[in-house]
């Protein structure tokens, strides 16, 4: 079982950056875990936006935040970070991350429904 705290959200205005951060601990080392960030916005259904692959760090972007976002993970500290760059408001949302035990790949999976372990969320509110 893995166990996610999300950090760094917060307000900014159009054209800003944040970077999220996932905290992962547990019995099972999260090194072995794929990892996406997901949000979902008032009225709107979650969606995926980024996964980032355990077993070759391959890495996954949904088309509106390509260019725009980075994912990357650094294992030795089990955290997982989303950069976000020329911020947007319809990127407002509560962005979650979320893992799987990666068996299959290289690719991670951008299926919400792979993901069993989720985190709390985090806000993320992008002013115009």
């Known amino acids: 079982q893995v166990q996610l705290v999300e950090s760094g959200g917060g307000s900014v205005q159009a054209g800003g950056s944040l970077r999220l951060s996932c905290a992962a601990s547990?019995?099972?080392?999260?090194?072995?875990?794929?990892i996406g960030w997901f949000r979902q916005a008032p009225g709107k259904e979650r969606e995926t936006v980024s996964c980032?692959?355990?077993?070759?760090?391959?890495?996954y972007y949904t088309d509106g935040v390509k260019g725009r976002f980075t994912i990357s993970r650094d294992n030795s500290k089990k955290t997982v970070y989303l950069a976000m760059n020329n911020l947007k408001p319809e990127d407002t949302a509560i962005y979650y991350c979320a893992s799987y035990f990666q068996t299959v790949g290289p690719e991670c999976n951008d299926y919400i429904g792979t993901y069993d372990y989720w985190g709390q969320g985090t806000q993320v509110t992008v002013s115009s």
């Open positions: 980032i692959s355990a077993i070759d760090g391959t890495t």
């Open positions: 547990g019995r099972t080392l999260p090194t072995y875990y794929a």
